[in-house]
C-alpha cells in the first residue's frame, strides 16, 4: 500500500521539480551572457536618438529620479530631452522631447525636435504621427505656440487623424512646461549648493 | 524510413496547423502583417517547436503521466525564454516588431498540442521530423498571408529592408485595412475558402 503510494505522489512531484530546477539552470545561463548585450542595445537605442537630435553633442547623462536627459558638448550643457507619454487613439504614443538649454521662465521654452519612440496609431493615419511632415512642425517654436492651427496654434493637424495629431500636442504642452520646472529647480539647487 | 518522410509532409500538407487543424491562429492573424515578422515567427517557432520535441520524446519514458503537462509546459516556456531574451539581445528590431507574440509563443497549440499528441509516443528522429514539418506548415500559413497583407496593405514588398518591387498606383494610395487586424481575417478567410473550393484541402 505505502509502496504504490510512494510511487504514485512523490515522484511526479520530484520530477516536476528536478526539470524546474534545469529550467532555472538553462535560463540562468541565458540571461547571464544575454544581459550585457541587451543592455548595450537599450543604451545605443537612447544614443541613438539623442543624436538624432543633437547631431553635435558629444555626452549626455541621466538623472534617474527626475528622469530626464542632459545633453553636453565640450563640458556645456546645449539642451534637455525627456520622454513624454501621449493618450493616443490606438493606445499610449511615446514621444521623445529634446527641449533648447536656454530657459528661463514658462514663455521661452524652445522645443529642439521630438521623435516618436512607440506608439500604436492607425496604419496610414494616426500613424502618420512619426513622419517628419508632421514632427518638423514642432522644431524650433515656442511652447506657447503648440496647439493646433484651428485652436490658433502653429502645429497643423493630420486629416483623418485629429485625436492621434492632439493627443500629441496635449502632451507636449503639458508635459514640456512640467519638465521644464523639474529641470530649472534642479538647476536652481545645484547652483545654491555650488555658491 | 518512408515513416519518417510520411511525419514530414504530414506537417506541411495533410494536417498543416494552421490551414486545416486551425491551431496558432493567434500568432498567424497578429504578426502576418510584413514579410520580415513572418519570417521571424516562423524561425521562432521552428526553434521551440523542434527542441521541445526532442526533449519530450527524450524523457517520454521517464515522464509520470499525472505531470506530463506541467512537464511539457515548463520545457516549453524555458525555450521559449531563451528565444526571447536571445531575440532582445542580438536581433532588437525584429524583437520589437515581434512583441509580445514571443513569450505567447507558450500558449501556442501547435507546440503543446504537437508535445502531447506526437512527441511524448514516438522516438526522437520522428518527433524531429514531426517538428520541422509542423514548423514549415506554420511557415507557409503565415508567410502566403503576409505576401498578401503586406502587398495590399502597403503596395510594395520589402523582405528585409530591400524592396523586392512596387505596385505602380498601390503604393501612392494603399489598402491600409489589409494591416489591421480585420484584414488578417478577410486573408485567412479567403485562402482558406480557396483552397477548399480548389479541393487543395479536403474539408470534413
Known amino acids: 500500500m505505502t509502496k504504490i503510494n510512494l510511487k504514485q505522489e512523490i515522484v511526479p512531484v520530484l520530477f516536476l521539480t528536478f526539470i524546474v530546477c534545469l529550467s532555472v539552470i538553462f535560463l540562468y545561463a541565458t540571461n547571464s551572457v544575454t544581459e550585457e548585450y541587451i543592455k548595450n542595445t537599450k543604451n545605443d537605442a537612447v544614443k541613438s536618438m539623442l543624436k538624432e537630435q543633437f547631431s553635435e553633442m558629444d555626452d549626455y547623462s541621466y538623472d534617474e529620479k527626475l528622469e530626464y536627459y542632459t545633453i553636453l558638448l565640450n563640458d556645456e550643457i546645449v539642451g534637455y530631452a525627456f520622454v513624454a507619454v501621449a493618450n493616443g487613439y490606438g493606445g499610449p504614443i511615446e514621444l521623445f522631447v529634446a527641449l533648447e538649454s536656454n530657459f528661463l521662465d514658462d514663455d521661452d521654452i524652445i522645443i529642439h525636435g521630438i521623435s516618436v519612440v512607440s506608439h500604436s496609431e492607425t496604419p496610414g493615419l494616426g500613424e502618420k504621427i512619426v513622419e517628419a511632415s508632421f514632427s518638423d512642425q514642432f522644431t524650433g517654436i515656442n511652447v506657447n505656440d503648440v496647439a493646433l492651427t484651428e485652436d490658433g496654434g502653429k502645429i497643423d493637424s493630420i486629416s483623418g487623424a485629429t485625436i492621434s495629431s492632439s493627443a500629441v500636442v496635449d502632451a507636449m504642452f503639458n508635459s514640456v512646461r512640467q519638465k521644464a520646472e523639474v529641470i530649472r529647480n534642479n538647476i536652481d539647487l545645484n547652483s545654491e549648493e555650488e555658491s | ?204
Open chain 2, 1 to 204: 524510413m518512408k515513416e519518417i518522410i510520411e511525419n514530414l509532409k504530414n506537417g506541411i500538407i495533410k494536417s498543416n496547423p494552421v490551414l486545416i487543424l486551425l491551431l496558432g491562429l493567434c500568432p498567424t492573424l497578429a504578426v502576418s502583417t510584413s514579410i520580415d515578422n513572418a519570417f521571424g515567427m516562423t524561425a521562432a517557432v521552428l526553434f521551440v517547436l523542434i527542441s521541445s520535441n526532442i526533449i519530450v520524446s527524450l524523457i517520454r519514458k521517464y515522464t509520470p503521466k499525472r505531470v506530463r503537462i506541467p512537464v511539457f509546459i515548463v520545457i516549453i516556456a524555458t525555450l521559449v525564454t531563451i528565444v526571447d531574451l536571445t531575440m532582445q539581445a542580438f536581433l532588437p528590431s525584429l524583437s520589437e516588431s515581434l512583441g509580445i507574440f514571443i513569450p505567447l509563443i507558450v500558449v501556442n497549440c501547435i507546440i503543446l498540442g504537437r508535445a502531447e499528441a506526437f512527441a511524448s509516443k514516438n522516438k526522437v528522429p520522428n518527433a524531429i521530423m514531426d517538428a520541422v514539418g509542423m514548423g514549415i506548415g506554420f511557415g507557409i500559413a503565415i508567410t502566403t498571408i503576409s505576401l498578401f497583407r503586406e502587398i495590399l496593405g502597403t503596395g510594395n514588398l520589402e523582405v528585409f529592408g530591400i524592396e523586392l518591387f512596387k505596385i505602380p498606383g498601390l503604393s501612392e494610395n494603399p489598402m491600409p485595412i489589409f494591416i489591421l487586424p480585420m484584414g488578417a481575417f478577410l486573408v485567412i478567410s479567403i485562402l482558406l475558402a480557396t483552397l477548399r473550393y480548389t479541393g487543395v484541402i479536403k474539408s470534413g
